[in-house]
């Protein structure tokens, strides 16, 4: 024999209102409804259903303000110590009058896959010396541009610390290392774009100096590190400490300092729209929903067909609506 057509054997089970099956059926019910819930909140990251933040990588935008501060730690041949002053912002120059010296500045932005986004930004300072002047310290802050325009629409200027002491004299000192985007907070995603911090600069280039007074380097550090929402730092540094050679030497000399900055691609963390939230939290709903939906099925066919909870079965040949 052939079988050629086949119907399922549908079975129906009925029990009085406020019986135990009755009951029964309501209690596995709630649980389908409520169970995907609680279920989400030791399975997702966030703690629940509903998501609170979210990430995105971005390669931001960043340019060099042509605003930097160099400052290098001198002594003469007798063991006093000084320091030679340099600044782009001409007003912070007059801060230093007796330290200022004029160098010779370089920058360059380069795209090497040509993308239109800045890869790197180098940065160059050369600074000549008499020759009694030994140079046992450089230590420089600059001044970008730093702009994310993805999902979170952010502009801000970020600033970069570079520097370091050794105990013997120096003719160069040459960092490299990658402009990141540090945050202590989520970022709430807005219509427009933001500007963090433009109510706060650093500097007040009218009157040349800090809001604070903050005309030493360590101070306009303490100012920006308490920048509590975010701000750009450079991390992975590698510093080279070039040694002067002849010390000795009666001839005038120069100090170059070069700093070379990566513009990696940034984790960012966000606040997501409310959208995105209940898009999120239905796909978490709905994909544990299918497996419970599956086990309370499987159990609650086991319950009936043996009768647990006492029910009237009736059996169709076809789907009855």
Known sequence: MTEVFAEPLYRRYYAPRFSIAYFFSLFCHA???????????????????WLKHDTFWEQPKSAYLYKAIVVLQVEDVSGT????????????NALRPRSFRTAI???????????????????????????NE????????????????????????????????????GSGLFVNGDLNFIQRYPIEIRGESSTLYGDEPLFDEQTGSTQI???????????YSRRLYANVRMENTLSIWSRALDVTSTTDKQFNFTLTLNIPEQEVRYIPKAADVLKDGWIKY?????????????????VFNHQIVGTRVEKHWYRTV
Not at 81 to 92: C, D, K, L, Q, R
Not at 136 to 156: C, E, M, P, S
């Open 81 to 92: 110590p000084g320091e030679i002053f340099y600044s782009t912002i001409g007003g912070v």
């Open 134 to 169: 030994r140079v046992y310290g450089a230590h420089a802050l600059l001044f970008f541009n730093y702009t994310l325009q993805d999902r979170v629409k952010i502009n801000t200027e970020g600033m970069v610390y570079a520097g370091h002491d050794s105990g013997l004299a």
């Open 213 to 223: 007074d903050a005309s030493v380097i360590k101070n306009i550090v303490e100012k």
């Open 31 to 49: 649980v389908l409804l409520t169970m995907p819930f609680f279920l989400a909140y030791p399975f997702h990251e966030n703690g629940g259903i």
């Open 105 to 131: 500045i370089r920058s360059r932005e380069i795209d090497n896959n040509l993308d239109g986004v800045m890869d790197q930004i180098y940065f160059s300072a050369i600074f000549p010396l008499s020759a």
């Open 286 to 302: 709905l994909s544990l929903f299918v497996v419970v939906s599956y086990l309370l099925r499987t159990f609650c066919s086991f």
